[in-house]
């Protein structure tokens, strides 16, 4: 958890956290082990917004989701949260 | 399959071939189905370049691998292709 923004809301009221998560690890490429370092915006929609929004940057996590795409005018990917574990840290 | 640049070579002779994924789905948010789309751009490495670069834009396809930044100096992500599966219309 690199950052973690204030909850939000939509205009219908749904509550948003925004987030970025920092990841890395080792993975395989063309059969090779390689060194993996990725930044990804996240959200979190309902009741899931207020469990991201008190997380402590920092901690570490492990999540799952969708990507989509930001907005209709922004289409850099956001990765849309299902799940958030707490490992330590926080 | 949205768009396939042709085959280019690292400056230690590895092939890579990029493209740019677009996905559409439903996915379920906050208990709520919803339409998803995202592109993402994504890469291969090594013998699996040769088989991407020679996709037919358009078609269907399903891939694993991981996200990664781009580069030290642009973080944005990229996919990198550790399968490509053909589904149709290539």
Known sequence: MAEVLPLRRTPAGVPVASCTLAHESKQ????????????????????LAAVLAVAAPG????????????????????????????????
């Open 28 to 47: 395989i490429e063309a059969g090779l082990s390689r060194d993996v370092s990725v930044e990804l915006q996240a959200v979190a929609v309902g009741d």
């Open 59 to 90: 901690c570490a996590i492990r999540a799952t989701g969708f990507m989509a795409a930001r907005s209709m005018r922004s289409r850099s990917p956001v990765l849309h949260l299902n799940t958030i574990e707490f490992l330590e840290g926080n």
